[in-house]
């Protein structure tokens, strides 16, 4: 059964930093590019960061200078550290594996909601 599994998430002050972690199980974790989304009320998800199995990163221009997207292979954990945090980055947050293979389907995490607030 495969599972991703989000945490991190929670309310942070504006300019302040926070961390995501999205642990996978069931799934060979190597062999999967990972991606972070987020979805604000009432606006459709959106791709915030995503790192390929080889470690290459891509993010939206938003976030550019402020976010950061890793992955640990031995641990199966891909993170999204975020800095310098807006309101605007109020989102729920999921994470998202899909499979390095022709044809192989997306997985994703439960998501976990990040509010940015004073």
């Known amino acids: 059964q495969v599972q991703l599994v989000e945490s991190g998430g929670g309310l942070v002050q504006p300019g302040g930093p926070l961390r995501l972690s999205c642990a996978a199980s069931?799934?060979?974790?190597?062999?999967?590019?990972m991606g972070w989304y987020r979805q604000a009320p009432g606006k459709q998800r959106e791709l915030v960061a995503s790192i390929t199995s080889r470690g290459s990163t891509n993010y939206a221009d938003s976030v550019k200078g402020r976010f950061t997207v890793s992955r640990d292979n031995a641990k199966n954990t891909v993170y999204l550290q975020m800095n310098s945090l807006k309101p605007e980055d109020t989102a729920v947050y999921y994470c998202?594996?899909?499979?390095?293979?022709?044809?192989?389907?997306?997985?994703w995490g439960q998501g976990t909601q990040v509010t940015v607030s004073s």
């Open positions: 998202n594996g899909r499979g390095v293979w022709s044809g192989a389907r997306d997985y």
């Open positions: 069931g799934i060979t974790f190597s062999r999967y590019a």
